[in-house]
């Protein structure tokens, strides 16, 4: 719809016409302010917290990962690449290997992720469902913005 | 190619969130949302205004300044 709305107003004789592509509901994914009395469609990005979720890069020391889960309150690492595109993930249970082994050679490849767009609500039942505790958020091209907790789902939910 | 380069432009000039903050910090920028008004109403980005596609025309553009950037935005970019 935008995309058009610009062709119109550069024919118009507009000539300085930007397109926000992604629109209003990144705006909102990205925890921004908006006005007007609602109801807010709460979106799945407004809780992705990138400080929640244990990370490493591809070519880590399996060691090094064991290190880090057992002295923090994570249940698994997102493996990334240089570009903090989400490739992979490592659970306890993967790291008993040899510890110099890099991460890759461990590591469950294609995690389950979802998009910051995404209705709280809708996800938070399916979350419910399954009974899953977090979910990893990332940009449609893969890039990790943090972990969405099903606790922080319910919060904002309940606001 | 025309002299001003846009004789062969495909696309409008798209922007992502940290462009749009850029240039809504700059401050001189007409925000239009172009979804139908009662979405709007319901929830909009500070400072936007409303101009639903179906009634985008002479008189409804009037309104906005010629002289600032515009930028246009919808719900998403499906």
């Not at chain 1, 889960?69 to 993967?94: F, M, P, Q, T, W």
């Not at chain 2, 940290?18 to 008004?37: F, K, M, N, S, T």
Request: one cysteine or more; aromatic letters at 4%; proline letters at 6%.
């Amino acid at each position: 719809m935008s995309p058009r709305a610009a062709w119109q107003l550069e024919a118009m004789g507009f000539v300085d016409v930007y397109d926000y592509v992604d629109g209003k509901v990144d705006w909102m994914a990205h925890g921004s302010r908006t006005e007007g009395p609602g109801p807010h469609y709460a979106l799945l990005g407004e809780v992705a917290d990138r400080s929640a979720v244990l990370t490493c890069r591809l070519g880590d020391r399996v060691g090094d990962v064991k290190d880090e889960l057992e002295s923090a309150s994570h249940d698994y690492c997102v493996v990334l690449n240089n570009r903090d595109i989400v490739l992979g993930r490592l659970r306890e249970k993967d790291v008993k290997g040899e510890p110099d082994e890099p991460v890759e050679r461990v590591m469950e490849p294609g995690p389950t992720t979802v998009r910051p767009t995404e209705s709280a609500k809708g996800l938070l039942e399916r979350m419910r469902k399954r009974n899953v505790p977090a979910v990893i958020v990332t940009t449609k091209r893969g890039r990790l913005l943090g972990v969405a907790t099903r606790r922080a789902l319910e919060r904002l939910v309940s606001e | 190619m025309g002299a001003d380069g846009d004789e062969g432009k495909e696309m409008p000039t798209e922007i992502r969130f940290a462009q749009l903050q850029e240039l809504l910090a700059d401050g001189d920028v007409e925000l239009v949302e172009v979804l139908p008004a009662r979405e709007y109403e319901e929830e909009h980005i500070p400072g936007a205004i409303s101009i639903p596609l179906k009634s985008l025309g002479a008189t409804s553009v009037s309104i906005l300044d010629r002289h600032k950037p515009i930028v246009v935005y919808c719900w998403d970019d499906a």
